[in-house]
């Protein structure tokens, strides 16, 4: 079976053309947005509002040589419309914080929940987001338990929710849930 970031990978990977703008919405250390990069997307747009993500994620890109294909933004995932005008067909939010970095700079729930409120509208009909969630830490649980009920409550007439994860593992393992648009909202 995947683990959870690779099907998050498949997942997303099976929306995008050679059209489609894509977004990571937590860049951290540039391995998501490599991995949007990499896709045959139009262009992809990656924030995160620690310099160090921003520059670990430009040296990952520089490396692969696929830096003219994104637009790193420093600046909260909140923010998007300032910067993306099209409609949107993939998203990735990896939460929680930065790996080898300062843990009390997380990301919050109500401000992952007011983005991807936001981001609906603006995503395009088959558009997902997918939204690896990382429990383990005490903002992580606050993190879940504000957006699980959210997603939870999202009216199925418009946007599918999936969640996968794995029901064995210890150590409260992340978890994806995926929301794919069917309908204008």
């Known amino acids: 079976m995947d683990k959870v970031l690779a099907f998050a990978e498949k997942i997303l990977k099976e929306k995008i053309d050679k059209n489609s703008i894509v977004v990571d919405a937590t860049c951290g ?98 558009g997902r987001i997918a939204i690896v969630i990382y429990w383990g830490h005490k903002e992580g649980k606050e993190e879940k338990d504000i957006l699980m009920p959210y997603f939870a409550n999202i009216n199925q007439k418009y946007v599918e929710v999936l969640e996968y994860r794995f029901i064995n593992q210890k150590n409260n393992a992340p978890y994806l849930v995926i929301l794919e648009k069917i309908k204008d909202i």
């Open 29 to 126: 250390n540039g391995n998501d947005t490599l991995f949007l990069a990499k896709t045959i997307a139009k262009r992809v747009v990656a924030f995160d509002i620690q310099d160090t993500a921003i520059n670990n994620t430009k040296k990952l890109l520089t490396i692969n040589g696929v830096e003219e294909k994104v637009k790193l933004i420093l600046d909260s995932h909140e923010n998007f419309e300032k910067y993306i005008a099209e409609k949107i067909s993939a998203v990735i939010f990896n939460l929680g914080y930065l790996p080898n970095a300062n843990h009390s700079v997380t990301t919050l729930g109500e401000v992952t929940k007011n983005t991807i409120e936001k981001m609906l509208p603006n995503l395009e009909i088959g």
